[in-house]
Nanobody, 128 residues
Framework: QVQLAESGGGLVQAGGSLRLSCAAS????????MGWFRQAPGKEREFVSA???????????DYADSVKGRFTISRDNTKNTVYLQMNSLKPEDTAVYSC??????????????????WGQGTQVTVSS
């Protein structure tokens, strides 16, 4: 069983930055795919970013087009923690951000079905 706990959300002005953390407890494989999703009020949950183990023995990051160039995902396996550095935040980034963990599967990393474990989420609010 894997438990995920997000932190680092808050209120920030447009153009500002936040760093979200997702601490995993339990048996989290080092090769698990870790992802970030977000859900704004009245909208469906959407993919933000994911980091996965690649065939060339390194981690590979994926990003939604809406955050590419502004957000950076990283992981520290020694701390069982995944980070999402969010820069140049926009009001449309306002949402509850949740992290997720899953083993590699035939589902794309952007598909929520690729993930088995989910955190409770942390609120990010960007004011204009």
């Amino acid at each position: 069983q894997v438990q995920l706990a997000e932190s680092g959300g808050g209120l920030v002005q447009a153009g500002g930055s936040l760093r979200l953390s997702c601490a995993a407890s339990g048996r989290t494989p080092s090769r698990a795919t870790m992802g970030w999703f977000r859900q704004a009020p009245g909208k469906e949950r959407e993919f933000v970013s994911a980091i996965r183990w690649s065939d060339v023995r390194t981690y590979y990051a994926d990003y939604a087009d809406s955050v590419k160039g502004r957000f950076t995902i990283s992981r520290d396996n020694t701390k069982n923690t995944v980070y999402l550095q969010m820069n140049s935040l926009k009001p449309e980034d306002t949402a509850v951000y949740s992290c997720a963990a899953g083993v590699p599967s035939y589902f794309a990393n952007s598909d929520s079905r690729a993930y088995t474990y989910w955190g409770q989420g942390t609120q990010v609010t960007v004011s204009s």
